[in-house]
């Protein structure tokens, strides 16, 4: 069974800085595209960024010029570091695995709060 799991989360002040990584068991990790999303209070989950297996990127709009996604297939681990943070980018941070028709693979997520 495959397991995503996030940490790296965390109390940060507006302006700071923080590096998430995304643990993944299974032998399916080169090979995927992998996602971050995150969720608000009181909001819907949303994207933040993609790397696909070759190793392109994708940001979201809020995001983009301030985080940064990155993967390391030798040890089954994505990042995100996020600088410059801001009080809106609060929320609770997932790994996602899409997989197409079949139910996406998630982790349990890992909340970051930015606060003065």
């Known amino acids: 069974q495959v397991q995503l799991v996030e940490s790296g989360g965390g109390l940060v002040q507006p302006g700071g800085s923080l590096r998430l990584s995304c643990a993944a068991s299974?032998?399916?990790?080169?090979?995927?595209?992998l996602r971050w999303y995150r969720q608000a209070p009181g909001k819907q989950r949303e994207f933040v960024a993609q790397?696909?297996?070759?190793?392109?990127?994708d940001y979201a709009d809020a995001v983009k010029g301030r985080f940064t996604i990155s993967r390391d297939n030798a040890k089954n681990t994505m990042y995100l570091q996020m600088n410059s943070l801001k009080v809106e980018d609060t929320a609770v941070y997932y790994c996602?695995?899409?997989?197409?028709?079949?139910?996406?693979?998630w982790g349990q997520g890992t909340q970051v709060t930015v606060s003065s």
């Open positions: 996602n695995v899409p997989r197409g028709a079949s139910p996406d693979y």
């Open positions: 299974g032998s399916f990790f080169s090979i995927t595209d």
């Open positions: 790397i696909t297996s070759g190793g392109r990127t």
